[in-house]
């Protein structure tokens, strides 16, 4: 019997040495580049209050650790050790532990160090002048410049597109939260695992799981099981997408090649797939396919236009969400900040956020306001109760006010929003099948799944 077959999993892990790259905040900040609604993948470690957070994530068949410095980040892997080293070392009747990297040839340690930095330098984009591009977009456009004085660094991730994929198609009528427990549930039932040994001297193996293949979603009884674990009418969508991939003699190539077309003809094709509207198809155009003017429009970004850029379609705030609407206001940032637009747009969301893993939010862009009109059409946004409490996941107590009691039952979650002052708290919840909102105007109440 082979030492591969006999060995515990935890047993055939190689570890690398924690490694450095030089990077300033300006260029890239950590915490707000993970955790600004791009993946939904990377867990924050426990680490002491007074040191940066610790990410992990399984990537590229590789386990990362994660952590941001005074000069730029460091980082460290775990790897599966390949069936050839595991049956050299069988061979030689080795008794196999936790590889370390100084336990292989100085050569083949740096080649593999090598290889993550490469990847992470290709991961982060970071061949991509962002001090050069902020100060460019500070100088066209006031309101950047505000935001982008609190928001460094904030970097567009080029992902995988099959990850890309299939996240955003759990995103529709989402926030950033159950996104990432619906993504956690989803590679824990079909993803590869891979655990890693405690640490801190405990028995006990920490586990991870990469994202499943195109394949593992196309088999029989995924959309049962994931209807079973809460994906509601989004199980149907990942499974009738996954089996188009599937069905084509090169569908993993015909997804990733589609960096090579032109970004009409990329979110054209991606139109195709069941759960795909234009925003999703925009998120997997800019986060994935290497189409920096790509522009997701969701209500976030519509109220960023309507708000701080005083926009208007034929004369008038527009009351619903329109393909002409949405094409406009993609337009509207595109003429503004050009070729990497899809960039700065990411820099304004993530200055609308209320909480950001990992990073405090300036108390100027988390107001809540309760007033208003424009133009006659009121701004009304959802509020779930789990994110008006974003670090304890509970509403806070207390008695309605008369405001509260007053308003419809069907009004109870909404919130009214002056299109002047700073954004709502929470995520936004924005319901799209096919791309846009159902609702007739923004007075959308939260919907389950």
């Known amino acids: 019997m082979s030492i591969k077959s006999t060995l515990p999993l935890a047993r055939q892990i190689c570890s690398s040495p924690w490694t450095t790259i030089k990077v300033p905040r300006s260029e890239l900040d950590l915490s707000t580049t993970l955790k600004c609604g791009q993946s939904f993948r990377w867990q924050r470690r426990q680490s002491s209050p007074e040191s940066s957070p610790v990410w992990s994530c399984v990537l590229d068949q590789r386990l990362w650790y994660l952590q941001e410095t005074l000069d730029g980040l460091q980082f460290k892997t775990y790897r599966t050790l390949p069936a050839a080293e595991l049956d050299q070392i069988g061979s030689k009747g080795g008794n196999l532990v936790t590889k370390k990297s100084q336990d292989t040839p100085l050569d083949d340690a740096q080649q593999d160090v090598d290889r993550d930095i490469a990847f992470l330098r290709d991961y982060f984009q970071l061949q991509v002048p962002l001090t050069e591009l902020y100060e460019k977009w500070s100088q066209q456009d006031r309101n950047f410049k505000t935001k982008a004085a609190n928001f460094p660094g904030v970097r567009i991730l080029r992902q995988d597109p099959v990850e890309n994929l299939f996240c955003f198609i759990c995103s529709s009528n989402n926030n950033i939260s159950r996104i990432s427990q619906m993504v956690m549930n989803l590679c824990r039932e079909y993803g590869t695992q891979i655990s890693i040994p405690e640490e801190s001297g405990n028995t006990s193996d920490e586990i991870y799981y990469g994202f499943p293949t195109v394949s593992a979603l196309a088999q029989d009884g995924v959309e049962e099981t994931l209807r079973r674990l809460g994906f509601g009418y989004r199980a149907k969508y990942i499974s009738s997408s996954a089996k188009y991939i599937e069905a084509m003699e090169n569908g993993d190539e015909w997804l990733h090649g589609l960096r090579k077309l032109p970004y009409e003809s990329a979110h054209e094709a991606l139109l195709a797939l069941s759960g795909v509207g234009p925003k999703v198809a925009d998120c997997i155009c800019l986060m994935s396919l290497d189409k920096s003017e790509a522009i997701p429009v969701d209500t976030h970004v519509w109220q960023i236009a309507i708000r701080d850029y005083k926009f208007r379609f034929e004369g008038k705030v527009p009351k619903t969400m329109s ?107 924005t319901t799209e099948e096919n791309g846009f909102r159902r609702s007739k105007r923004l007075r959308t109440k939260t919907e389950g799944v």
């Open 323 to 429: 393909s002409g609407v949405y094409k406009a206001v993609s337009k509207h940032f595109v003429d503004l900040f050009g070729e990497y637009s899809g960039w700065a747009h990411s820099v304004l969301f993530a200055a609308d956020l209320r909480v950001i893993e990992g990073r405090t939010v300036p108390e100027s862009s988390s107001t809540i306001v309760s007033v208003v009109k424009e133009e006659n059409v009121e701004l009304l946004v959802p509020i779930k109760s789990e994110d008006v409490n974003a670090d304890s996941g509970t509403k806070p107590a207390g008695r309605r006010s008369r405001e509260q009691k007053r308003r419809p039952a069907n009004e109870k979650n909404l919130i009214k929003v002056q299109t002047g002052d700073p954004t709502p708290q929470g995520p936004i919840d």
